[in-house]
């Protein structure tokens, strides 16, 4: 059984800092792209930010370069340092993998999904 456990959302305040961690489980992630998802309420779920399989590849959206950074020490773990959040960046952020040739950087194209985790930044 496939899992990808999300730990490390909260609450803080706009400026602060929260990392978030995920864990997969159930096969091998040697092959896949892992990477991080979020959705506000009344919005679609949205990509974060991603760590490729081949190579020390990263990629991220344009909201939020420079302040979240994106590791992955091994095939089965992903994390996601934020700093300088904003409210805006209020949201359920679930962990992502996909195979095949290219990170995708839409929810249709995800393998496998996170449960997901609370990130709410007050003003």
């Known amino acids: 059984q496939v899992q990808l456990v999300e730990s490390g959302g909260g609450l803080v305040q706009a400026g602060g800092s929260l990392k978030l961690s995920c864990v997969a489980s159930?096969?091998?992630?040697?092959?896949?792209?892992m990477s991080w998802f979020r959705q506000a309420p009344g919005k679609e779920r949205e990509f974060v930010a991603a760590?490729?399989?081949?190579?020390?590849?990263t990629w991220y959206a344009d909201s939020v370069k420079g302040r979240f950074t994106v590791s992955r020490d091994n095939e089965n773990t992903l994390d996601l340092l934020m700093i300088g959040l904003k409210p805006e960046d209020t949201a359920v952020y679930y962990c992502?993998?996909?195979?095949?040739?290219?990170?995708?950087?839409?929810?249709?194209?995800?393998?496998?999904w996170g449960q997901g985790t609370q990130v709410t930044v007050s003003s």
């Open positions: 159930g096969r091998t992630f040697s092959n896949y792209h």
């Open positions: 992502a993998a996909n195979s095949g040739g290219a990170i995708s950087t839409s929810a249709r194209g995800v393998d496998y």
């Open positions: 760590s490729g399989w081949i190579g020390p590849r």
